[in-house]
């Protein structure tokens, strides 16, 4: 959707924001991801929107802690209690 804008990170799936203020966070969680060796598998398999600061994490991991690592990354860079996890673990 042209309207949401969207941003390719350094490597990996497009992320969607709406501003300037929605990118920041976007790519703050997405370097965070980035730079925790423990998720180079899933890396490329998560998005990240950010809508008017309230962030959506869609994706597919291995392991529930894969995805409450995530959602703790995503929780350090918002600071506030506007994230909705949609990341579906695969298998335990």
Same mark, same amino acid.
């Given at each position: 959707?042209?309207?949401?804008?969207?941003?390719?990170?350094?490597?990996?799936?497009?992320?969607?924001?709406?501003?300037?203020?929605?990118?920041?966070?976007t790519q703050?969680?997405?370097?965070? $991801?980035?730079?925790?060796?423990?998720?180079?598998?899933?890396?490329?398999?998560?998005?990240?929107?950010?809508?008017?600061?309230?962030?959506?994490?869609?994706?597919? $991991?291995?392991?529930? &802690?894969?995805?409450?690592?995530?959602?703790?990354?995503?929780?350090?860079?918002v600071k506030?209690? &506007?994230?909705?996890?949609?990341i579906l $673990?695969?298998?335990?």
């Open positions: 959707n042209g309207n949401d804008g969207f941003s390719t990170p350094r490597r990996g799936p497009i992320d969607h924001y709406q501003t300037q203020s929605d990118r920041a966070i703050s969680i997405r370097n965070a $991801v980035f730079d925790d060796s423990s998720l180079d598998r899933v890396y490329n398999d998560i998005t990240i929107s950010t809508i008017k600061g309230h962030v959506t994490l869609n994706g597919r $991991v291995d392991t529930q &802690m894969e995805k409450d690592n995530i959602r703790g990354k995503a929780r350090d860079s506030s209690n &506007m994230i909705h996890n949609e $673990v695969a298998r335990n």
